[in-house]
C-alpha cells in the first residue's frame, strides 16, 4: 500500500470572498446550448403543436405559446406500449435529446414511444419571443409548477391525437433540474405518470434539508482521490491569486499566465477570476465521467485525473503553482487544442438558458451554498441570504422565496408517494442534496458510486463501470413494473 | 302496501330555458353571509396574522395580504395532540365555524386543536381590499392553487408559532367546495396533512366525468320519495307559468300570487321566477335535513315533505297549482313568517360571497349541469359550453377552462392518492359529482342514504338518522388510525 505524503496546506490570509457577488447558480445548469444542432433521426416526429396556456395558475391572461417538443417512436408498440417522458430542463431540449442515450437503449426492451418536452423560456419554447427576458412581468411565469402543468397538458394532448397511445403508462425521466421536475412530476401528478426515474435530482438543496457545504466538500474530494495533493493545490492556489492580484504587474502575469482573453485589470477581477476556476472544478466533479466524453466540455475520460498531474505540488511558489493551475483548467477548456484564450465569462454570456436559471435561482430555486476552506478545497463563504436577495432584486426586480420549494414539494416529508426512482452519482456534488436512501420500498434510491452527474442517463459506453450497468438494469426493472402494474388498472 | 296513483304530467309546450342565462354557480355556494356573527367562544383565538404571498405562483407581484382564520384550544393536547384544519370554502369562515359542530364535536376524543382558515376573496380576506372584485386583473389570484397553497403555509405558520404544535398530525375536513379543498388538499400536499375527511365534495362534477343530469335527477328524486305527486306538480309548474306569463295581466297575477317584492314586468323576469323557483327546489334538496335546522334558511324537519304536502296534485289549474307552489315555497322562504314579500333576486345580491363563486365556475369550477324534463322535474336545458363561456366574458372579461380541473386534480385516476374519506349524502344532489365507492382501501366512499348535504359534518343532533351516527363513528375511527399511524413516523 501507497501511504500519501501529507500536504502542506496553506490557507489563504486574505479571505476575500470566493464567489463572485452576482448570484451562482447551480452550476450544472451553465449549459452551452449554442450546441451543434441534435443529430434528430428521421423518424424523430414534430407533431402539430398544441397552444399552451402561458399561465395556468390565472385567468386574467388568456394567452397562450408553442412548446417544442421531440417524438420518437421507431421502437414503440401502438395500443400496447408505454411512453417515455423527458422532463426537459434548463436549456434546448434537442440537446438534451442527444445526450440522454440511456432513454434511446431502453425503448426497444420497453417498446417505449420517447417524448423530449422543451421547458418553457428555454430553448424555442419562450412564451413571449424574444420579450420573454425583458423584466419580471415577462419571467413572470417561468415557475416549476407553470412547468409541470405544461408537461401533463402535452401528455394529455399527445395520448389524445396519436392514435393507440390513450392507455400508454407514462414514466418521467430527467436529470439534475429535470430529474426534481420528473419526481416532483410524480409527486404532483401521479395520474399523469406511473413513476420517474430522477437521476441527480437534489431535491433537498434547499433551505436548512441538507448542509450547505456539502455541495463543495463532494467536489473538494473528488480532487482529493484523483490525485496526490491535488485539492491542496487548489486550496493554496486562491491565495497565490490574492498575493498576485494584488499588484497592476501582477494582474498583467495572471492574465497571461492563464491566457485570458480580456486581461483582468482589477482585484474585482481576480475575482472574477476565482469564481471562473470554482465553477470549472465544480464542473469537472459533475462530468468525471470514466470516458472520453463531451457534455459540458469535450473531455478526456476521468478528467479530473487528467487534471491533477498537473497539481502533484501545493507548496510551489505562488507563480509556479499557478502555472500549473493553468496547465489544469486548459485540460478543461482546451482538450480539443482549439482556444487561443480562456474567458473567464464564457458561460455567463450567449447563454438564454443560463439567464433562465438565474431567474429561477432568484425566485424558487433558492439553493443554500457555503465553503470554509476547511472541509473543502475553496475560501471560505458563508451563506447570505440577505445579500443574495439583494442581487436577486438589483439584476431582476424579484425577492427569492426560500423556504417555497420545501412547502409546495414536501421537503423531507415525501414518503406518501410512490415510484420515484432516485439516481445519484457518487462523484457528482449534486448528490448531497440527492435521495441517497430509499424511503420506502417505492421511493428508491439508487447510488451509483463511480458515478459523476446523472451517468446513468447516458448512452451506455464500453467504459461504464460496473455499478452503473447495475444501476440501469434496476431502473428498467422498476420500470417495467410500473408499467405492469397500470396494465392491470385499465 | 300502498299503491300510489299514477300523475298526469302535463309537458311544457314552451320550452323556455329553465335556467337563467347568467351563470348559474352551483347552488351549495348560495349563502346568506350577512349571518349573525360565529358565536365564537371565548378560547377562540386569533393567533398574530401572517403574512401570505398574493401569489403564490409567480414573483413579479411581491404583496401579501392577511387570511383570517380560527383557532380552538380547548380540547388540545399540547406535544401529543392532533389538528382539525377545517379548508374553508366560498363564505365567511365564521358562518363555516358555526355549522361545523362535527369538529367541536369530535375534538375531545381526537385531543384536537381546531383551525377554521378562511378562503381568500371570501368574509374578511381579500388579499384587495374592497378592490379584490373591481376587475378580472385584482380577481387573478381567486383559484383553488392559491387557496391550498394558502392553507400549506398556515399550517406550517401555525405549527411554528403555537408551541407544542410542531409534531401534530392535521387532518384537512370540508364540505361542499371546502371538501373539494380539503381532498385535493391531502392530494397535492400530502406532507401536510395525512389524511382528509371531504364531504359532500362534488370532485367529479366536471367534464364529462358524471352526466351532466345526474344533479337535478337526484333532487327530484327527493320531491319523489318526499310526497305523491309532488315532482309532477313541480314539472307541471313550468308550463303554467309560461302560459300565464305570455300576458301583462298573467304577469301581474304572477307577482301578487308569489308575494313578489318586485313585480314582473316582462317574459325575461317569469324566466328568472323560474330559475328562482328552480333554485329553491335545489336549496330544499340541499338542506332536506331530518330535524329543524338553520343552514341557509330556517327550516322545519325533512323540509321537502312540508313543501311536497302543498303539491299532491299536479293536474289543477294553472292558477290554482301555481296558488299551491307559492305555499310550497313559502316554507323555504318564509318559515319564521316574518318576510313581508319574496325577493327572486335575494340570494344573487349582498353577498360578497356569491360574487366569488360566480367568478370561480367561470374560471376553474365548471361544472356542466343540464335537465331534460324527463328523468327530472325541469324545464329541458342542455348544457352549452359556447354559452357558458360568452357569458363568462361579458361578466368578468375571462374565459372557462373546463377541462383544467381534470388535469390538474387527476379527475377519475386518483388511486395512488390514500387516506381519503368522502362521505356523501344519499338525498345530496352533489352526490352525483362525488366519491360514491371506495377507490382503495384509504380512499374511502360513505354514503348516508337519508343525509342531504354535509349532514355529518353538522353536530350531533337528537334526529340524527342512525346511518349520520353510523358514518360519523367510521370516520372518527379513521381519523384515529391516521393520527397514530402518522405517530409513529415521528
Partial sequence: ??????????????????LPSVILPPLCMRLPIFLPACSLPSHLLFPSPHPFFIDHFGFDQDLTFQQR??????????????????????????????????????????????????????????????????????????????????????????????????????????GSYGGMLSAWFRMKYPHVVVGALAASAPIWQFEDLVP??????????????????????????????????????????????????????SKQDAAVLKAWLSETWVNLAMVNYPYKADFLQPLPAWPIQVVCKFLKNPKLPDKL????????????????????????????????????????????MVMPMCTDGVNDMFEPRKWNFHVFSEECFKLWKVRPRPSWIPSVYGGKNISSHSNIIFSNGGLDPWSGGGVTRNITDSLIAIVIPEGAHHLDLRASNPGDPKSVLQARALEVQYMKQWIEKSRHKH
Same sequence: chains 1, 2.
Fill in 1 to 18: 500500500m501507497h501511504v500519501p505524503l501529507p500536504c502542506s496546506v496553506t490557507s489563504s490570509p486574505n479571505q476575500a470572498p470566493l
Fill in 69 to 174: 417538443y421531440l417524438v420518437a417512436d421507431q421502437h414503440w408498440r401502438k395500443n400496447n406500449g408505454s411512453i417515455l417522458f423527458y422532463t426537459g430542463n434548463e436549456g434546448d431540449i434537442t440537446w438534451f435529446c442527444n445526450n440522454t442515450g440511456f432513454m434511446w437503449d431502453v425503448a426497444e426492451e420497453l417498446n417505449a414511444m420517447l417524448i423530449f418536452a422543451e421547458h418553457r423560456y428555454y430553448g424555442e419554447s419562450l412564451p413571449f419571443g424574444n420579450k420573454s427576458y425583458s423584466d419580471s412581468k415577462h419571467l413572470n411565469y417561468l415557475t416549476s409548477e407553470q412547468a409541470l402543468a405544461d408537461f401533463a397538458i402535452l401528455i394529455q394532448h399527445v395520448k389524445e391525437t396519436i392514435p393507440g397511445a390513450l392507455n400508454a403508462p407514462v414514466i418521467a425521466i430527467g
Fill in 212 to 265: 450547505c457545504g456539502t455541495f463543495y466538500s463532494i467536489v473538494t474530494n473528488d480532487f482529493k482521490k484523483s490525485g496526490q495533493c491535488c485539492s491542496e493545490s487548489i486550496l493554496n492556489s486562491w491565495g497565490a491569486i490574492n498575493r498576485i492580484s494584488s499588484t497592476d504587474e501582477g494582474l498583467k502575469w495572471l492574465s497571461s499566465a492563464f491566457h485570458l482573453c480580456s486581461p483582468l485589470k
Fill in 321 to 364: 503553482l499557478l502555472q500549473n493551475v493553468f496547465q489544469a483548467v486548459n485540460v478543461y477548456y482546451n482538450y480539443s487544442g482549439a482556444a487561443s484564450c480562456l474567458n473567464t465569462s464564457q458561460s455567463a454570456t450567449r447563454n438564454l438558458g443560463l439567464m433562465g436559471w438565474y431567474y429561477q435561482a432568484c425566485t424558487e
